[in-house]
Structures are given as structure tokens and as C-alpha cells.
């Protein structure tokens, strides 16, 4: 008879590339200025958004000078299913705004 359609099986033997424990250490996270209190404040410049960068600058427009949390309850408002800190994040690095930490008591 001839070959049959099955596939070769694969080995189900692991292989073992690393030590367990030998993982790389993972860069801390940059520090944009997010933290609960935050204040939002937009920068000068001429901002050009499109589609929904546009519609998240626009809620950003409306939470300057107010805090990420109050950001954040204008999202909700609208409906927006995602959360809003990645999106502070974008405008933080694109230079759109800046978040000021409230001051240590």
C-alpha cells in the first residue's frame, strides 16, 4: 500500500533552551507623569488629529486642567469602552499634554 495522509507526529519532548529562573529583566516602565490627581494640561501647538485620536483629543480638550479621573468620568460619558490611560499615554508622548503628579503631603 501506499503513504498514508497523516501528518508526522511531532516530538512531545520539550526542549530545554534556558535554566528555569534565567529570564531577562524587564525595563521599568517610563514614568509619564500618570498617577491618581493628575492634572491634565494641554500644550501650545496646533494639534492635527483624525479619526479616533480626534475624538480622544477632543475629550482631552474638555478635561484640561482637570484631573485623570475626571478625564476618564468624560469618556465614560461618552461611552467609550476603553480605558482612557493608554490614550493620556499617546497624547503625553506626542507632545499633546502633560500630567502634572499632585504634590507628596
Do not use: H
Not at 521599568?28 to 483624525?50: C, E, H, M, W
Amino acid at each position: 500500500m501506499g503513504a498514508s495522509n497523516v501528518p508526522p507526529q511531532k516530538s512531545s519532548a520539550k526542549k530545554d533552551t534556558k535554566a528555569n529562573g534565567d529570564k531577562k529583566a524587564r525595563a521599568p516602565r517610563k514614568n509619564y507623569g500618570y498617577a491618581k490627581g493628575s492634572v491634565i494640561a494641554l500644550t501650545d501647538g496646533d494639534q492635527k488629529f483624525r479619526g479616533a485620536r480626534e475624538r480622544w483629543y477632543a475629550y482631552l480638550t474638555k478635561a484640561n486642567g482637570k484631573t485623570v479621573e475626571q478625564f476618564d468620568a468624560i469618556a465614560k460619558k461618552a461611552e467609550e469602552k476603553e480605558g482612557s490611560r493608554g490614550w493620556l499615554r499617546f497624547f503625553v508622548e506626542a507632545e499633546a499634554c502633560t500630567l502634572t503628579p499632585p504634590a507628596e503631603a
